[in-house]
């Protein structure tokens, strides 16, 4: 299973603008108390699905996306105007790390569970991960109007809009082991000269059925791939030998 590691480290160098590559395990929460969340988790899981949008079917995650929209441009003006835009994108990525764990998604959007006891999760979860005040505030927020359901779609449409604003190229490399940091600067490099932005964003992904080698997703919600790994290479072969399609070198 494909695990995300986000850390930002900045690369700078004398020609290209800044590189940006997130890499490294997140901060380990040690949720106490006595929540007991995993509890919920089987009781709520097919809710999760459904919870994104009032509407149903593609209206109502037309609607979702628009309101998660909504809440990240907002968010983002405050992190322009207090001048954290790069660690309240760092915070939300934290974020979403957190919200992944189904027993913590399960247990902000149980109806069952009281506000004050969801409060107390997101004061440990801030103190754990030392979330700045105005995210911690806008996740209270979130909690208020009963839209923390949202938060991964938030992250997602928060990071374009910081993309944006910094004329920033995200770019999703997947490889069996941790590459390098040269390596994945390279990489970032590579990108820039492709789409031609000013700064590039390395997210690193971990996917053991590569084999080996590695993939670079980049371009509007990921629409372009370069596909080096072993896997691909394999398939190919596969497919080759399917159709018969294999040229013999005469001797």
């Known amino acids: 299973m494909a695990a995300l590691q986000q850390t930002p480290i900045t690369f700078q160098s004398r020609s290209p603008p800044p590189i940006q590559i997130i890499t490294g395990p997140v901060a380990k929460l040690s949720f106490s ?25 593609a209206l109502g995650a037309k609607m979702a996306d628009s309101a998660a929209g909504s809440y990240a441009n907002a968010l983002a003006d405050v992190a322009k105007s207090n ?100 390596h994945l600067a390279q990489i970032a490099k590579g990108v820039q000269r492709l789409t031609g932005s000013k700064n590039v964003r390395i997210k690193t992904v971990i996917d053991e059925s590569l084999v080996a080698g590695f993939t670079i997703r980049y371009g509007s919600s990921g629409s372009k791939l370069i596909d080096m790994s072993v896997k691909k290479q394999l398939e190919d072969i596969a497919a080759q030998l399917e159709i018969g399609d294999i040229q013999l070198a005469a001797i």
């Open 33 to 57: 108390g006595g929540l007991k969340l995993p509890k919920l988790t089987i009781k709520l899981r097919s809710k999760r699905i459904s919870h994104r949008g009032s509407g149903g079917g």
């Open 83 to 182: 001048g954290t835009l790069e660690q309240t994108t760092a915070d939300l990525e934290k974020l979403e790390k957190i919200f992944d764990d189904e027993a913590v998604y399960n247990f902000f959007v149980s109806p069952i569970v009281g506000l004050e006891k969801k409060r107390e999760l997101v004061d440990e979860i801030v103190s754990s991960s030392s979330i700045q005040p105005h995210v911690a505030n806008f996740l209270n927020i979130l909690l208020d109007m009963k839209r923390v359901e949202l938060i991964k779609d938030i992250v997602k449409e928060f990071e374009k809009v910081y993309n944006t604003i910094t004329d920033t190229e995200l770019a999703v490399v997947t490889s069996v082991v941790t590459l390098e940091s040269q």
